[in-house]
């Protein structure tokens, strides 16, 4: 079916009609209410019309819709109708090669147009038009385009929802259950939502007290990762101008009380000590700007021993759960509210950090491990071991031109 010149110059049954001006009315560009957009006729005794949509014949008598939607009013329908579509499988394994690792988890384009609304009849249609934020979809591949693509129903498609909200919810339940405690997948869920608007109060909703249970119950059975004094090395650095002065040790250190930025594990002021347990990994964890060099730390723990809640190490899909790759760029990200309100518990808890698999292992190719640390101070739980290091970055940039669609309407 092609859509968008059927809609330009064609007519509809009153049936499709309604389907079809119910989604433009939804999402906010109501046709049916323009003459110029839909004519409202009666077919005469003499008349044949087959509908563009079904291909049902329309009988003499009977109401029809004729259409001449323009195409940019079609295009932009189904720009709102593919708005949330982040990353498709036909770039996630170039642009963001972790996804794999982090347990998120999408959907068939299918599966999203009807979440969007699309009728049954008009989905093979919406499957052709809709395009990812990285250019894939509505042209097909050519000479000057290689990487273009239409889609298929059954491509995998992830949303902004996927990215703020994916965890492993039944492998989380599975681990409730080692405690004997009931979690569904719903009730996870439902407190999410309940933290984007409450997320201070999660404690009073009856999944965040039951989640503080749990790891409690994880707690005092003893199955938190013990690090040792001199066991283990951890990095930790800063960006800066290149041409700022080098950072001291002790500006290296979790940013003081009431000054922190909003973290994976820290509500914004709440001071948290995130590191590395490879220098290497400190660049793709920081993503400092072209302009800036980055300052390194090299720390040794003299705490006696570090209780740490290990999130990968209980369940390896958990990683999910605790997802750190965040779309949103602002200082307040929701994507972290989820586990702002576990690290919160893990302190009061009496852990001393969490300790979790590097999500940009895959961009990276380094296998390394990050840990978030409550409660630390330089020189007392952590020792600097060497002095702070500078390093310059190098950035390689590779261009490939793509063809930008021109209007169909020069077609025509």
């Not at 708005?83 to 963001?96: F, G, N, P, R, W």
């Not at 296998?367 to 310059?392: C, G, R, W």
Request: glycine share 8%; with cysteine.
């Amino acid at each position: 079916m092609d859509l968008i010149f059927e809609l330009h110059s064609g007519v509809v049954c009153t049936s499709c009609g309604t389907k079809l001006f119910g989604l433009f009315d939804y999402h906010g560009k109501p046709i049916a209410n323009y003459e110029k957009y839909v004519q409202d006729l009666q077919a005469g005794v003499n008349d044949e019309f087959v509908c563009s949509l079904c291909e049902d014949h329309i009988q003499s008598w009977q109401n029809y819709h004729k259409l001449s939607v323009p195409y940019d009013v079609t295009w932009t329908l189904a720009d709102i109708i593919g708005s949330d579509i982040q990353q498709c499988e036909h770039c996630m394994s170039i642009e963001m090669p972790f996804i794999v690792d982090t347990g998120i988890i999408g959907r068939s384009v299918g599966e999203y147009l009807h979440e969007a609304h699309v009728p049954d009849e008009l989905v093979p249609a919406f499957v052709d038009l809709v395009l990812c934020k990285c250019g894939y979809g509505r042209e097909p591949a050519n000479g000057n385009n290689p990487e273009a693509g239409i889609f298929k129903q059954t491509d995998e498609v992830f949303t902004h929802r996927d990215f703020l909200l994916s965890f492993d919810g039944k492998s989380f339940s599975q681990f409730a259950k080692k405690y004997n405690v009931t979690l569904f997948e719903d009730d996870l869920l439902d407190f999410k939502n309940h933290l984007k608007k409450s997320p201070l109060f999660g404690s009073d909703h009856p999944v965040g007290i039951t989640i503080y249970k749990i790891l409690e119950e994880h707690f005092k059975h003893e199955n938190y990762t013990v690090v040792k004094q001199g066991e283990q090395t951890l990095y930790r650095g800063r960006a800066h101008d290149s041409l700022a002065k080098q950072f001291e040790y002790h500006q290296l250190g979790a940013a003081p009380l009431g000054k922190s930025s909003h973290g994976r594990y820290n509500a914004i002021g709440v001071p948290v000590f995130y590191a590395a347990d490879q220098k290497e990994a400190i660049p793709y964890e920081l993503r400092p700007k072209y302009n800036q060099s980055i300052d390194i730390g090299t720390f040794q723990i003299t705490k006696k021993e570090f209780k740490l809640f290990d999130i990968g190490h209980f369940d390896s899909h958990f990683i999910g759960f605790f997802n750190e790759i965040t779309l949103d760029e602002s200082n307040y990200k929701e994507s972290y509210l989820l586990p702002n309100f576990i690290g919160a518990c893990c302190n009061k808890i009496g852990y001393d950090g969490v300790v979790y698999k590097g999500v940009h292992e895959g961009t990276s190719k380094i296998p390394y491990t990050n840990y978030a640390l409550f409660n630390m101070e330089i020189e007392l739980d952590l020792t600097p071991s060497a002095k702070v290091e500078t390093y310059d970055l190098t950035f390689n940039i590779s261009m490939q031109k793509r063809e930008v669609k021109k209007n169909l309407e020069h077609h025509f």
